[in-house]
Nanobody, 126 residues
Framework: VQLVESGGGVVLPGGSLRLSCAAS????????IGWFRQAPGKEREGISC????????YYIDSVQDRFTISRDNARNTVYLQMNSLKPEDTAVYYC????????????????????WGQGTQVTVSS
């Protein structure tokens, strides 16, 4: 069971990136997926969650209307489209998967998830 993030990089403020979270060894469609980020010296922060069956999506206020989480079940991949990036979005971004959590009540908690990727660095800087 493995999750692999990709798509990070260095981008100017106002730019965009699309992160990917690819699964191997299990079918992502059966799991709730969360995206987290961790900036230097800060705790890991849940920023988005997508549910399993109906695809409902949830975001924290600071990324609402700028980030979009989505699934591609055929590719066994979840994406995080990030637009209008700000320097404060700079962090290592992680995806996580769990089969049973409720995105609304536990989707933003680190301890909710059983499976994690290794992270991908996003740097927003001029």
């Amino acid at each position: 069971v493995q999750l692999v993030e990709s798509g990070g990089g260095v981008v100017l403020p106002g730019g965009s990136l699309r992160l990917s979270c690819a699964a191997s060894g299990f079918t992502l469609n059966y799991y709730k997926i969360g995206w987290f980020r961790q900036a230097p010296g800060k705790e890991r922060e849940g920023i988005s969650c997508i549910s399993r069956s109906d695809g409902d999506t949830y975001y924290i206020d600071s990324v609402q209307d700028r980030f979009t989480i989505s699934r591609d079940n055929a590719r066994n991949t979840v994406y995080l489209q990030m637009n209008s990036l700000k320097p404060e979005d700079t962090a290592v971004y992680y995806c996580a998967a769990d089969r049973y959590i409720d995105c609304r009540t536990r989707g933003f908690r680190v301890m909710s998830y059983d499976h994690w990727g290794q992270g991908t660095q996003v740097t927003v800087s001029s």
